[in-house]
């Protein structure tokens, strides 16, 4: 059995995309997050930001990509807030790291995979929201770990549709 | 130190993002901590974000709307002619209500004008749809489809007829961002129905709206009604906020209670809302003839009235109004053709007026008689004793 390097990985697993998907997908993540909770209200337990991230994190293996997409997301959902901006935008550059940099270790293509990382990832970024708002910014924040627990839950079985679906679009050599 | 740079380049990237960010939100805080509202650069950030986002939430609305609105007009149109008579009926006496409606709070505003009390009326509103939310639950924050080219402006209040949702928090070209009044920085002048104790509306971290820092009291119970006071600048007075839900103890300040509301407005199913734009009086062509022609009407009634009193100086009555009341013509003893009125007896009997006995014998009649003593009637004395008693 072969030992790969994570440099001779990255060099073998890259995925590429066209920059049509680069610059719709996050948009559109953007677009439904702010729609869809109008029509689904409290049945609305997850972050597609957040799945788009991990998304392009896992696919790149890039952390440094992984976090100014992440950044750049999470400082987007922002400012469609009343919250100072920057909030998301750290929880949302650490997940991009983090993603990126577990890509890099793990084979992303299993599914499994795909889905515990989307799961735990979910969480992370959770905990730096509200580790943020909380100990940052001194805000009285709701910490109610059961909503986030099911947002882990739908951000995973959306994950586990949507990702086969953008694999779709990769570039192959 | 290049290696260094080149090794741990991911790591560099990362924590300048993070810093960069944490030095943005210190920024941020600082002003918002002296009172300013967002600096210049974040405006900017919102602009660009509510630009990229609100088009296609528009676009995605626009086709749910109008594939509702096809369905709705063209395949269930069921009953719509019968609706549409009965609602033209509804209009109809709905107008005539409104003329007098409008008359009555002209006058009232007439009234208080002169009182020099400063009362803020509901005037004009606009009508919008929410288009999308902040798409997270830690902030109430939802955008509507007008802005400032519709008219609307910063702080306006927002409502639905149920009660108040919001103000406007940040205005753009043809959309408008709204802070619910659950959302932790929003702030609205209240006052209690029943107590008429008043205090500062805010959202609490669960998202529902509770009234803080109000002096424990053991009149303020779960179903109590809740108003806007006014004194916000914002929310006209006297607009319904919700009902007490439940009084619980302020964890910071002993004696201090915080009550929490349930909203009057559907804050988590809100479709359509109406923008307050005007507080001052501003009616429209059609309600100014509905006045002219209540005022036409007020005039002919008041020449009805005129008329009748003129008639009435004419013919002779039993009141002048040019006399003290001490000699009006019904007072008058002097005038025989008034009966006088009888005084009060000094030994009521049984024939005195509502002390007379249902039957009397004929003969206890003519002795007792006026007649039988010669003299005239005198209604200014007391009756004389019956002599029947006495035998």
Known sequence: MSVLSADARRDYEIHRYPVLIYALVPVLAVVLQAWLPRLLHRYAAFDLPLVVTVFFGLSRRNPIQGSILGGILGIFEDALTGHPIGINGIAKTLVGYLAATVGILVNVENHAVRLIMTFVLSLVGSATYFFVVRFLLGMSVDTNWMAELYKAIGNSVIALVLFPILDRAKIRD | ?391
């Open chain 2, 1 to 391: 130190m290049e290696s260094f740079v080149v090794r741990y380049r991911n790591l560099l990237v990362l924590l300048a993002l993070l810093v960069a960010q944490i030095l943005g939100l210190a920024m941020q805080v600082r002003r918002a901590n002296t009172g300013q509202g967002d600096g210049q650069e974040v405006r900017l950030i919102r602009l660009w974000a509510n630009g990229i986002v609100s088009p296609p939430e528009k676009a995605l609305h626009n086709t749910g709307s109008g594939i509702s609105w096809i369905w709705n007009n063209y395949f269930y149109l069921r009953h719509v002619r019968e609706q549409n008579a009965d609602l033209q009926k509804t209009i109809d006496r709905l107008r005539l209500e409104q003329a007098a409606l409008l008359e009555d709070a002209k006058q009232g505003q007439r009234l208080q004008a002169l009182l020099n009390f400063q009362q803020k009326y509901i005037y004009k509103t606009v009508t919008a749809e929410v288009i999308g939310t902040s798409g997270t639950e830690q902030s109430r924050v939802f955008t509507i489809n007008k802005g400032k080219k519709d008219g609307i402006d910063r702080d306006m209040a927002v409502i639905t007829p149920d009660g108040i949702v919001g103000k406007v928090r940040d205005v753009f070209g043809h959309t408008a961002q709204v802070l619910a009044i659950n959302d932790q920085s929003s702030g609205a002048g209240v006052i209690m129905e029943s107590t008429r104790i008043r205090g500062v509306l805010r959202g609490n971290a669960q998202g529902r709206p509770e009234i803080v820092d109000v002096i424990s009291d053991q009149r303020i119970r779960p179903g109590d009604s809740v108003l806007t006071a006014g004194g916000d600048q914002i929310f006209p007075r006297g607009l319904p906020v919700g009902v007490v839900d439940k009084v619980v103890n302020d964890p910071e300040r002993d004696g201090f209670v915080d009550v929490v509301l349930k909203p009057a407005a559907h804050l988590d199913q809100l479709d359509e809302v109406l923008v307050i734009t005007a507080t001052e009086p501003q009616f429209s062509q059609e309600q100014q003839q509905d006045i002219a022609t209540s005022e036409t009407l007020k005039g002919a009634e008041a020449e009805k009235q005129k008329t009748s009193e003129g008639m009435a100086e004419k013919l002779p009555g039993l009141i002048d109004p040019k006399l003290p009341p001490d000699q009006q013509p019904l007072n008058d003893t002097s005038n025989p053709g008034f009966p006088s009125r009888p005084t009060a007896p000094l030994h009521p009997d049984r024939f005195t007026p509502a002390n007379t006995a249902p039957a009397a014998p004929p003969a206890q009649d003519l002795q007792s008689s006026p007649k039988t003593t010669g003299k005239p009637p005198d209604h200014s004395r007391p009756a004389p004793a019956p002599q029947g008693d006495k035998q």
